[in-house]
Each structure stands twice: as structure tokens, then as C-alpha cells.
């Protein structure tokens, strides 16, 4: 079915679109390709599904991965990234530019799924958990594709849609994470100098 959204940050009237003499319903999010794309474009109602589809997902998958299961860590890891890390990465290099609230809804489930894999205690901290599980964040998830993403878009075949994409959002938000990593790379060799 049809929808007709405006994708604008500005208020404007409504303006009825036509389609063969028929108006097509107004709305202000569509649904397409699996994505929920908002008018302004925030992505919070996208996370928000994304969420809702992982929480199903994972209760039904809980008695494999949860605390009680005699499964080995090493097997509910690769649960985990086999079947709800996918969940959550479909379409990341679009609405990773979302806020970091929006961002943290999807790291506070990652966190909950980790600690009951694992039936860790309250006081292990989180970072402590990514990092001995080998387990990414979010955050460096979101990294990871979109500088991936932009390779693959420096070798397309398609001269003018490379150049069409240079000057669009997604650029802004691989440059700012290439030069993240730049510095990450520049303290890491700080470190070992000093060591």
C-alpha cells in the first residue's frame, strides 16, 4: 500500500498527492525494505521495531542462550551473531546516523543478552564483558560497516552515483569516524612508545 510522506524538517500543509484520481493517505513514516523511515528522518521509530523484534527473538531463543542453558559460551556467541546481530545490522549504515540514545536502545539490549549468556554477576562491568566475550559494540558495529560501505562505493562501477554520493550525509558520517580511528591509531602508538 501507498503512502505519501514528506520527508522535511518545516511544517508545511498538506498537500493531497493523486494517484489514477485517487488520493494517496498521508502518514508521517513508510515502511520500505525492511526500514522505517520517518518524516524528519530520526530513526526512532526504526530502533524502536528493531528493538521490539529482537526482544521476540531472543525470548524465543532464550532457553538456547539464557542463563539456565547448558550450552557452551563459545556456541551461544555464535548464536548471537548468527541470528540476532543480523537483526540489528540490517540497513546500519543508514540509520547509524541516528542520535545516541536512539543508538544505546539497541547497546542496552546487546548488554542484557551478554550479562545472561554468561550469568554475569552485577558488579562485571560491561566493557569487561565486550571484551573478553570478543563481542563489538554498537558503536564500532556502526564503524565498521560504513568504512566498509564507502569501500565498496570507491570501486563501483557507476562513475556519476559515485560522485552523486560523495557530497551526501553518509560521507559526513564515514569521514567523522575515519578520523576516529585515525586518532584511536595515533594514541595506541602513543602508548606503545611510552611502554
Known amino acids: 500500500m501507498a503512502v505519501h510522506v514528506d520527508f522535511t524538517y518545516r511544517n508545511q500543509p498538506y498537500v493531497p498527492v493523486y494517484i489514477n484520481n485517487q488520493v494517496i493517505p498521508f502518514s508521517n513514516q513508510a515502511k520500505y525494505l525492511g526500514m522505517t523511515l520517518d518524516a524528519k528522518l530520526k530513526w526512532k521509530e526504526h530502533v524502536k521495531k528493531k528493538r521490539q523484534q529482537l ?9 538456547l542462550m539464557g542463563r539456565s542453558s547448558p550450552l557452551p559460551i563459545e556456541n551461544k556467541i555464535l548464536l548471537y551473531n548468527m541470528v540476532l546481530k543480523p537483526i540489528w545490522t540490517y ?4 540509520y547509524g546516523v541516528t542520535s545516541a540514545s536512539n543508538r544505546l536502545i539497541i547497546e542496552r539490549f546487546q ?11 552485577w558488579y562485571i ?13 554498537v558503536k564500532d558495529a556502526i564503524q565498521r560497516f560504513a568504512l566498509a560501505h ?3 562505493l570507491q570501486v563501483h562501477d557507476n562513475s556519476e ?14 569521514r567523522f569516524f575515519t578520523k576516529k580511528m ?5 594514541k595506541k602508538k602513543k602508548k606503545k612508545k611510552n611502554e
Open 55 to 63: 526482544d521476540l527473538k531472543y525470548n524465543q531463543m532464550r532457553w
Open 91 to 94: 540497513g546500519i549504515c543508514l
Open 111 to 121: 548488554n542484557k543478552v551478554l550479562r545472561e549468556m554468561v550469568n554475569a554477576p
Open 125 to 137: 562491568r560491561n566493557d569487561m564483558l565486550h571484551r573478553d566475550l570478543g563481542v563489538e559494540y
Open 150 to 152: 564507502q569501500k565498496r
Open 161 to 174: 552515483a559515485v560522485h552523486r554520493i560523495e557530497f551526501g550525509p553518509i560521507f559526513d558520517l564515514i
Open 182 to 186: 585515525k586518532k584511536k591509531k595515533k
